[in-house]
Nanobody
Framework: QVRLVESGGGEVQSGGSLVLSCTAY????????MSWHRQAPGKEREEVSL????????SYSDSVKGRFTISKDNSKNTVYLQMNSLNVDDTAIYYC????????????WGQGTQVTVSS
């Protein structure tokens, strides 16, 4: 059964750092593209970062570029999001997502983890 479990959220002061983790079950993170998304109150969910199946390439939204880093550890079947220089605009629920492929079909989302940045 495919399942994604996020952890690592919390409250941090502006300028601080957090590392989010997304552990996958039922498939290998090394076989699919994985991404992090966030949704702030009253706003639409947006993609903040994506890493390819091979891990060779990553992309970032303009709002987090240079501050966030996505990575994955295939041995732990976990995807990470290192978040530095956090500001109040980064406050949101963060979700990881598995993109469906022919081999591992279906998009799946984790339950989300709250990140709150205080000034």
């Amino acid at each position: 059964q495919v399942r994604l479990v996020e952890s690592g959220g919390g409250e941090v002061q502006s300028g601080g750092s957090l590392v989010l983790s997304c552990t996958a079950y039922g498939f290998s993170v090394g076989s699919v593209a994985m991404s992090w998304h966030r949704q702030a109150p009253g706003k639409e969910r947006e993609e903040v970062s994506l890493i390819t199946a091979s891990g060779a390439r990553a992309s970032y939204s303009d709002s987090v570029k240079g501050r966030f880093t996505i990575s994955k550890d295939n041995s732990k079947n976990t995807v990470y999001l290192q978040m530095n220089s956090l500001n109040v605009d980064d406050t949101a629920i963060y979700y990881c997502k598995k993109t469906g492929t022919v081999v591992v079909p279906g998009d799946y989302w984790g339950q989300g983890t709250q990140v709150t940045v205080s000034s």
